[in-house]
């Protein structure tokens, strides 16, 4: 009987758990045939019902397209500055400004450094506290309409408004009596200076303090040619030995690097702009080829003369270099040969080369004080090109030529006679008249090596008085 009833009890049990199970099959039978019929309902009929959705969605999210009732502050505010004025500060620093405009003893002290700052660097339109943001960076991305430049402003070809600032290197003078570097790193407001007792400095770029930010001293060591690397990561310190130092800006590390075999010294060197060659000047007309990134000599080639200057062109397919004769050699860079020969007008003996960055316009000088301006379109179908102009303002030896970055200043100079240095405009090709000018700010010195800034907006020139003479050139707003 016990048995029996056990049965009973296990049958009853399984007919309720398959009740159950029947109930359950059921429950997602149905569920599953409402799904399918939202699915279909959804891909198949007008879809209004989604677009309302979506409508709704947007009224939520609303808030988040129009931000320009957005209240912006300044990241900064100090009550005590905003009470200072000019007269009280003036007093407290023992100046003395010309009164009237900004200059009011009575103004905010805060107005007056905000023009003064504007009036250096130019203004910010991301510092602009009234600016709308909106769009319009997306916009841009919608259409080709980026690409075209707009016309800048241009610039006076007779009279350059430019300012001398306090010398690069006036915290120190450390790097010798004879400063023979100069260069402006292209990603940073941050300038090096270097001279012959083996001394190179880093600035910090303000034209006002210009801090020191790094010395190193290389014993032993007469560094002739200083220069940022294209990348910014590096700088590379050549000098009259058979190896050269690289110094690593993110590491801090400097390391010596020994010359390729019949690569005696670097005194005269150039980067490419692609930032894949250093080419070196040998001694008997040879160009060494090195990979910026091995180090290690891919070829040589090999002119007339011996190398007196050499300049890319701006996409490194081309390398230009000036001979001690008056022979001009262009070297082809991807068939590493010479592709061309020009004879440059009135030379006897040429010393330097540069190519402008739009590559309309090649300058050379020689040892005769003439620097003659060619159109580059001239160059490659004539053999000995008329320039469409020599200028003659300089009567000793032309150390260097340099285009500023929007090929709208031509630079020279002589480092055999003190404030040898003289600006072109281009593309009138006339002389700026008030430059260096009369006054002290016409003191640099006899000008051994200059550069300008990534946006020309500085000038620097270095000289044998221990000085890097700054210049701000007020047209151009950028570093």
Not at 210 to 226: C, V
Not at 389 to 394: D, F, G, H, Q, S
């Amino acid at each position: 009987k016990r048995m029996l009833n056990i049965n009973k009890k296990r049958n009853a049990s399984e007919k309720n758990d398959k009740k159950i199970f029947k109930a359950k099959r059921l429950k997602k039978r149905q569920e599953d045939e409402e799904e399918e019929l939202r699915l279909s309902k959804l891909l198949f009929d007008d879809g209004k019902e989604l677009v309302h959705n979506l409508n709704n969605d947007d009224e939520d999210l609303s808030f988040l397209d129009d931000d320009t009732n957005i209240e912006r502050k300044p990241a900064w505010l100090d009550e005590e500055d905003d009470a200072l004025t000019v007269g009280k500060a003036l007093s407290t620093q023992n100046r003395v400004l010309p009164q009237g405009g900004i200059n009011t003893s009575t103004n905010k002290y805060t107005n007056l450094l905000t023009e003064k700052f504007k009036t250096i660097y130019g203004k910010s339109e991301w510092a602009n506290l009234n600016r709308k943001l909106n769009d319009d960076d997306d916009d841009i991305l919608k259409s080709n309409k980026h690409i075209v430049k707009t016309k800048a402003k241009a610039l006076c070809k007779s009279i350059l408004d430019i300012k001398r600032m306090k010398d690069l290197n006036k915290q120190t003078y450390s790097e010798g009596p004879v400063v023979t570097s100069v260069d402006f790193h292209k990603g940073s407001s941050v300038a090096l200076a270097a001279g012959l007792n083996g001394i190179i400095s880093i600035y910090s770029v303000d034209g006002r303090d210009n801090e020191k930010l790094h010395t190193l001293a290389y014993n032993r060591y007469p560094i002739h040619n200083a220069r940022f690397s294209q990348d910014g990561e590096e700088i590379i310190l050549g000098g009259q030995h058979s190896y050269y130092h690289c110094y690593n800006l993110i590491s801090g590390d400097t390391r010596r690097v020994m010359l390729p075999h019949k690569v005696t010294q670097m005194k005269l060197y150039d980067l490419s702009p692609c930032g894949k060659y250093i080419t070196i000047s040998g001694r008997y007309g040879e160009v060494f080829v090195l990979s910026s990134k091995s180090k290690e000599l891919l070829c040589t080639m090999k002119q007339g003369t011996k190398c007196t200057g050499m300049s890319f062109n701006a996409d490194a397919t081309l390398l230009y270099c000036h001979g001690m004769e008056n022979q001009v050699t262009v070297f082809d860079m991807k068939e590493r040969k010479v592709c061309s020969k020009f004879l440059d007008d009135g030379c006897l003996s040429g010393t330097c080369v540069d190519i402008s960055l739009n590559g309309e316009y090649l300058a050379t000088g020689s040892a005769e004080g003439v620097v003659n301006i060619y159109n580059t379109k001239d160059l490659t179908t004539n053999s000995s090109p008329k320039p469409i102009k020599t200028v003659l303002n300089l009567r000793t030896a032309i150390t260097g030529v340099k285009f500023n970055n929007t090929s709208e200043i031509l630079a020279m100079h002589s480092a055999d006679v003190d404030n040898a240095v003289r600006l072109v405009h281009l593309p009138s090709a006339t002389v700026f008249k008030n430059f260096p000018g009369v006054n002290n700010s016409a003191e640099v010195g006899k000008p051994t090596k200059l550069a300008f800034s990534p946006g020309s907006g500085y000038l620097a020139i270095a000289s044998n008085k221990h000085s890097v003479a700054l210049y701000r050139i007020k047209h151009f707003n950028n570093y």
